[in-house]
């Protein structure tokens, strides 16, 4: 069975632009989790979704939004960004994410660096 | 605030060790613990401890939760030089939806 993917793996982007990252989880997950991890702050929980429908925020500014499609493939977006927005985003799917003692499942994360 | 940390953040022993990685947390609607190796990119999953008490293990590696003092660890025994990574704990939670609290991890090196 294919693993979590995510697209592109490594962005160049300058401050003030917008990116949108792409993550398709493992075949049959139909929860995705995106996480930011830098240096400072670790892994830190950016939303998750369920059913094309956020369940869970983490503490983001709302520059940092996402969505998921019917066919659980999900996208973040980031607009306005600023130095400190480089990082590497992890997504993570798991079946329904919800009460089910499921693990989460990492994709290999897309290297974010903004200039 | 929802808060994980680990201990030690970084550890360097030779081949041949046995190390003990240490992870605290407090979180409310705490359902799980988890532990993470994270090599390059993807972190990948270890173990899930729900229960307080009942070790876990796999291969070298094992680990046990106290659900009564909020914490858990992680145990390498014979460390091999493959074992070099950063090691992540993460408090799951359940809020309306699954949520992992990560700890800042723990760079472990084993020196051949």
């Known amino acids: 069975k294919a693993g979590v993917t995510q697209t592109p793996r490594y962005l160049i982007k300058t401050r003030g632009q917008q990116v949108t990252l792409s993550c398709s989880p493992i075949s049959g997950h139909r929860s995705v989790s995106w996480y930011q991890q830098t240096p400072g702050q670790g892994l830190q929980f950016l939303f998750e979704y369920f059913s094309e429908t956020q369940r869970n925020k983490g503490n983001f500014p709302g520059r940092f939004s996402g969505r998921q499609f019917s066919n659980s493939r999900s996208e973040m977006n980031v607009s306005t960004l600023e130095l400190g927005d480089s990082a590497l985003y992890l997504c993570?799917?798991?079946?329904?994410?919800?009460?089910?003692?499921?693990?989460?499942?990492f994709g290999p994360g897309t290297r974010l660096l903004v200039l | 605030e929802d808060k994980v940390v680990q201990s030690p953040l970084s550890l360097v022993v030779h081949e041949g060790d046995t190390v003990t990685l240490n992870c605290s947390y407090e979180?409310?609607?705490?359902?799980?613990l988890l532990w993470y190796k994270q090599e390059k990119k993807a972190p990948t999953f270890l173990f899930m401890l729900t229960s307080s008490g009942i070790e876990k293990k796999s291969g070298r590696l094992s680990s046990i939760l106290d659900k009564k003092e909020l914490f858990s660890i992680l145990n390498i025994t014979a460390t091999q030089t493959g074992d070099s990574a950063v090691y992540l704990c993460?408090?799951?939670?359940?809020?309306?939806?699954?949520?992992?609290?990560f700890g800042q991890g723990t760079r472990l090196t084993i020196n051949p």
């Open positions: 993460a408090a799951e939670i359940i809020q309306g939806a699954q949520k992992l609290v």
């Open positions: 993570a799917s798991s079946l329904a994410g919800y009460n089910t003692g499921e693990t989460q499942y």
């Open positions: 979180v409310t609607n705490f359902r799980s």
